[in-house]
């Protein structure tokens, strides 16, 4: 058995997420049907985070077990010609055995997209959450900065029940207008379940005047996820790059 690395590009609009369920697409369930097909054996796919509904990634991280004489580029062609078009196979190359997608990653960088022009993004739609304000930048920035550094996130988590740690080390929130376009760009260890939409949504918040900056110390503190603001749209969020 080899293990073998995968770079992923995806566009998650008609998915359930990256998580394989039964009975409906997923990035996961379509990776593995094709491995499987080529190997003739049951393959499973790891991957380096579990993207919701609807979210895309630009470069995914994943890894399989597979007993197969293929070389890693005709691994990656025979993925690619039998993938629906919007799942890109960008690379795969072989890994160490104890590789592991998920746990060997020491970083993850996503970017959330809102567009605030005057006219609708008709070809950028699906990758964009249109807003019909234009919200205060410098606002959201001054209120990034307490959102960054190892906090407990409990507040910006939609799993409630979750029982293991929510402490996260969150680097860097950069936010940047280009244009027509606000980009939120977010480097972590990781993230919880929402956790980059919600603190998206709770920036937005800011920007309109519905918080102040300096509130969002008090909903870290919190630890309560109704004090944080409303679970950005997932159209708007993608995943950039995986660091090991």
């Known amino acids: 058995m080899k293990n073998f690395k995968f770079i ?3 566009d998650g609009s008609r998915y359930f997420g990256w998580e394989r369920q039964p009975g409906r697409d997923t990035i996961q369930g379509k990776l593995e049907a094709v491995l499987t097909r080529m190997c003739g054996t049951d393959v499973q796919v790891i991957g380096a985070g579990r993207t919701d509904a ?13 007993d197969t004489e293929k070389t890693p580029e005709e691994i990656r062609d025979y993925m690619n ?6 799942i890109c196979v960008q690379e795969a ?6 590789f592991h997608a998920r746990y060997r990653a020491v970083g993850k960088l996503y970017t959330y997209t809102c567009y605030v022009g005057d006219t ?7 990758y964009v959450t249109v ?8 606002a959201m920035q001054r209120a990034a900065e307490y959102l960054t550094g190892e906090h407990d996130y409990k ?3 939609s799993n409630p029940q ?10 860097s929130i950069e936010i940047v207008r280009r244009k027509d376009y606000i980009y939120f760009n977010y480097h972590g260890t990781g993230f919880l379940q929402n956790m980059v939409r919600i603190l998206t949504g709770t920036l937005l918040e800011v920007g309109q005047g519905k918080r102040t900056p300096e509130s969002v110390r008090q909903t870290l503190e919190a630890k309560d996820r109704t004090q944080a603001g409303y679970t950005a749209p997932p159209q708007g969020l993608c995943l950039m790059r995986v660091d090991y």
């Open 81 to 86: 010609r039998y993938l629906p078009d919007d």
């Open 93 to 98: 190359k072989l890994a160490a055995d104890r």
């Open 54 to 66: 609807g979210v895309h990634a630009r470069a995914m991280a994943a890894n399989a077990y597979m």
């Open 8 to 10: 992923i590009s995806y």
């Open 155 to 157: 507040s910006f988590c």
């Open 131 to 138: 807003l019909d304000y234009q919200p205060d930048l410098a």
């Open 120 to 126: 609708k993004p008709v070809f950028n739609r699906k």
């Open 162 to 171: 979750m029982k293991k740690s929510t402490v996260r080390i969150v680097d």
